[in-house]
């Protein structure tokens, strides 16, 4: 059962949120309105600018306890707004919870479409694993972006991660049918053709049955411990249910949780909503568990 706060925080989502994205008339609307500052810094960890493999980006760490294990988490925004700066209360939130978290500041479409924001993260990516195992993980666009880095470091023989946490990742951004349109009016942020309109800033005229574009068409033989959260009223549900479904016929340990009512990316509540403490106190204790895991090369 849903928590109350749940109900309220989607209802707050789909009023600052979801009415204003409907009528977003350019790319600088969108950015405003998913970059709008929702959430305070958190005060228990730091932030501090970096570069990895020539990607800038933000170092996370707590202001206390242990951040042994190292997290690179790749933050959302429809491939074409937001910023590790914007991802703070999530990225702080995991860093309190162990984890010291490089987040690249990849770039954004359209003024650079695919592939560069995922060329971005995996370049930050095979810098960061150089250093030793770690873990990866994002939500949304990131999510999706997360996804595509493991399939080409699988290609280029980079190390894999040791897991990874995938937060209502964008697995297919060509999606019609499913939850796409099932849920458009109950999804609190997203309509039916908030993705589509989304994906030719993203790709251009390119085929979003690209793999590395819509990761579910991607062969996840090999990939190292998965796991999904969504919402159960979200429009990127099913991209959750299929890609869990692909990995597991391939052979890939992937598990995946349906939340009730939350809206998408409720990650960012965690001081506020049970759900977000939950989803959050779930993905770090998965990635710890598989901490030290070498990973595989292609």
């Known amino acids: 059962m849903a928590s109350l706060r749940a109900h309220i925080g989607a209802w707050m989502v789909r009023r600052r949120v979801k009415a204003p994205l409907a009528t977003a008339a350019s790319t600088e ?5 998913l970059g709008g500052a929702t959430f305070p810094d958190p005060k228990d960890a730091t932030f501090e600018p970096g570069t990895l493999g020539g990607i800038p980006g933000e170092w996370v760490r707590p202001v206390s306890g242990d951040a042994s294990h190292r997290l690179l988490y790749v933050h959302g925004g429809g491939f074409v707004a937001c910023s590790p700066k914007t991802h703070r209360p999530l990225t702080g939130a995991l860093a309190r919870r162990g984890f010291t978290i490089f987040a690249p500041d990849y770039r954004l479409a359209p003024e650079h479409p695919f592939p560069a924001g995922l060329e971005d993260v995996v370049a930050a990516w095979a810098a960061f694993r150089a250093s030793g195992p770690a873990s990866l993980a994002g939500e949304s666009a990131g999510g999706n972006l997360a996804l595509a880095a493991m399939l080409a470091a699988k290609e280029r023989s980079i190390p894999l991660p040791s897991a990874a946490c995938l937060f209502s990742p964008v697995t297919d951004i060509g999606a019609v049918d499913g939850s796409r349109v099932a849920n458009g009016w109950r999804d609190a942020m997203f309509t039916a053709r908030s993705i589509s309109e989304i994906a030719p800033l993203y790709l251009g005229d390119r085929d979003p049955r690209m793999p590395l574009a819509s990761p579910v068409y991607g062969d996840p033989a090999g990939l190292p411990p998965l796991l999904f959260h969504v919402g159960d009223r979200e429009v990127l549900r099913d ?7 692909r990995a597991k016929a391939a052979g890939v340990e992937a598990g995946l949780r349906i939340f009730p009512v939350v809206a998408h990316a409720w990650q960012f509540a965690d001081r506020f909503l049970p759900e977000a403490t939950a989803s959050l106190d779930e993905a770090a204790a998965f990635l710890k568990r598989h901490a ?3 990973g595989v090369t292609a």
């Open 29 to 33: 609307d969108v950015r405003r309105i």
């Open 239 to 245: 991209d959750s249910v299929r890609m869990v479904e």
């Open 292 to 294: 030290g895991r070498p």
